[in-house]
């Protein structure tokens, strides 16, 4: 299966291009942004070494869909979608932090909190919580947006602004944001018979000041679903949740020995591995849509791509 986890374009009026783990952004005549979703996967802010057919198509479409659903909420840098695995949007300023937003105590939350932690960003924790138990109140818990190859790191709402990494009126937007898409994010996720347990948000700065949402929003890559039925029999019984994320990428390499740390070495994705990684997307996709799933032809997807954009940019 053919599946797109690099690209070499060279659009009119390009000026730049930036690569990151799966999503690579062109640049056009310092205006317009060309997004292309790769079906690269990273696990602990590594680039796994082979490509999951149609995940870029599906990280794109679901964001797509999230952004229009949430667009009378908070004003968002896309324009259009010319291709399956492209969005175009306007240049925005990335904002140094992402916005995540926890409800439930899971995954990296959980994995601190069974160290003993009780802080998390600078936010309190209660005591007597189990792993995936409801928070009394979502809280946020950003992290520095790393650059190329480094890990993100965790950091509170006052180092963030002590540090001038976002001026004090601008967070307070950023976490008012957050809020309100992590709620209508909920409210869509029940309506299809699921829980949005965590996600992260990015937001940018138009050329005239207005802070937009950017990247990705309420995908499997940015975000944390557990099945609704079953929750609290499973939490009761001490079970581990049926989920919707990529967690289950995270705990097949945490079970082979690898979590990005120094020296470790990638696990083989075998073949059925990597269909079986395909096949969970296209779960999410159809879970969080409740619409089927229809693959674009990749038979020459870069040139697919290509003209595509092409067309547009025209």
């Not at 292309?36 to 964001?63: C, E, H, W, Y």
């Not at 936010?123 to 995936?132: C, D, I, R, S, T």
């Not at 945490?254 to 269909?275: C, D, L, R």
Request: aromatic residues 8%; contains cysteine; hydrophobic residues 35%.
């Amino acid at each position: 299966m053919n599946t797109i986890t690099n690209t070499d374009y060279n659009f009119p009026k390009q000026k730049s291009v930036y690569k990151g783990k799966v999503r690579e952004v062109y640049t056009i005549d310092n205006e317009l942004l060309v997004m292309i979703a790769t079906d690269r996967l990273s696990a602990f802010d590594v680039v796994l070494p082979k490509g999951i057919p149609f995940k870029g198509q599906i990280l794109n479409q679901i964001a797509t869909k999230m952004m229009k659903a949430t667009e009378d909420l908070v004003p968002n840098w896309l324009i259009d979608t010319p291709d399956p695995n492209v969005a175009v949007g306007r240049l925005c300023t990335p904002f140094k932090v992402e916005m995540v937003i926890r409800g439930y105590l899971s995954g990296h939350a959980a994995r601190e909190y069974k160290k003993g932690k009780r802080q998390l960003c600078g936010v309190a924790m209660p005591e007597g919580m189990k792993e995936n138990d409801k928070f009394p109140n979502p809280i946020i818990t950003p992290s520095t947006k790393a650059d190329n190859g480094e890990h993100d790191e965790d950091i509170s709402r006052e180092e963030i602004v002590s540090k001038g990494i976002v001026s004090k009126s601008d967070y307070q937007i950023l976490e008012e944001y957050t809020h309100k898409l992590f709620q209508r994010g909920t409210e869509i996720a029940a309506e299809r018979g699921l829980i949005l347990v965590d996600t992260k948000y990015e937001f940018g700065k138009t050329s005239d000041g207005m802070i937009v949402l950017i990247d990705e929003i309420h995908t499997p890559d940015s975000s944390r679903y557990f099945y609704a039925k079953g929750y609290m029999e499973r939490q009761e019984n001490d079970e581990p949740q049926k989920q919707l994320s990529k967690e289950f990428v995270r705990q097949w390499l945490i079970n082979k020995g690898f979590q990005g740390k120094e020296g470790q070495q990638i696990p083989v994705m075998t073949a059925e591995f990597v269909s079986s990684v395909s096949d969970r997307y296209i779960e999410l996709y159809e879970k969080i849509t409740g619409e089927t799933f229809h693959k674009a032809n990749v038979d020459q997807i870069e040139k697919r791509i290509e003209q595509n954009v092409l067309s547009y940019l025209k």
